[in-house]
């Protein structure tokens, strides 16, 4: 596949500036290539895989992926499920980066549930690394994946961003009930 151009735009959120990197996809709806909580595009361009590394990108003054965003932080975090994202890699990682989509908001997973929802439970590394190497922060939520330990882990925009992502989504999620028969 040939680099496309491409456009970014930055919106405000409670943990601070997130900014999107989006490609037009033919007769449908931008997609996006990269994603996180900086103002500096620079920031995410290394993280897009080669073969879909924008030749050039443009600065827009806002893309409709944006109004995702803010609907995700006014409350409504299934707003970001349906976003199409484009990322490449080996198949673990592309099977894994789709299976990080599937984890519900509100329910976190740890790298080992993870593992063994990508069918690899001995694989908790490999699982790791994926969230470590998902370029589309947010829409692939890695955010919602946990240390073990039930610890934070790692998150390439900080720790402190990853808490707020998950007490969000855990505010706006409503709580199971179990009923006892």
């Given at each position: 596949?040939t680099?496309q151009?491409?456009?970014?735009a930055?919106?405000g959120?409670?943990?601070g500036?997130f900014?999107?990197v989006?490609t037009s996809?033919?007769d449908g709806?931008?997609?996006v290539?990269?994603?996180g909580?900086?103002?500096?595009v620079?920031d ?14 443009e600065q ?8 995702t965003?803010s609907?995700?932080?006014d409350?409504?975090v299934t707003?970001?499920?349906?976003v199409?994202?484009r990322q490449?890699?080996g198949p673990f ?8 989509r599937?984890v519900?908001?509100g329910e ?6 993870f593992a ?5 439970p001995?694989a908790?590394?490999a699982?790791?690394n994926?969230?470590a190497?998902?370029?589309a922060?947010l829409f692939?939520?890695c955010h ?14 900080g ?6 992502l998950?007490?969000?989504e855990?505010a706006?999620t409503?709580?199971r009930h179990?009923t006892?028969v």
């Amino acid at each position: 596949m040939t680099a496309q151009p491409a456009r970014f735009a930055t919106v405000g959120t409670p943990p601070g500036p997130f900014t999107v990197v989006v490609t037009s996809a033919p007769d449908g709806p931008d997609v996006v290539l990269a994603s996180g909580w900086t103002d500096d595009v620079a920031d995410l361009l290394p993280v897009v895989h080669r073969s879909l590394r924008p030749t050039w990108v443009e600065q827009a003054e806002h893309l409709p992926v944006l109004d995702t965003v803010s609907a995700f932080v006014d409350g409504d975090v299934t707003a970001i499920d349906d976003v199409p994202v484009r990322q490449r890699s080996g198949p673990f990682l592309e099977d894994a980066w789709e299976v990080l989509r599937t984890v519900p908001a509100g329910e976190p997973d740890t790298y080992a549930a993870f593992a063994a929802r990508c069918g690899r439970p001995s694989a908790v590394r490999a699982a790791a690394n994926a969230c470590a190497r998902n370029a589309a922060a947010l829409f692939v939520p890695c955010h919602r994946v946990l240390g073990s330990d039930g610890g934070l882990g790692g998150f390439r925009w900080g720790t402190p961003v990853k808490r707020w992502l998950l007490d969000h989504e855990a505010a706006a999620t409503p709580r199971r009930h179990l009923t006892l028969v």
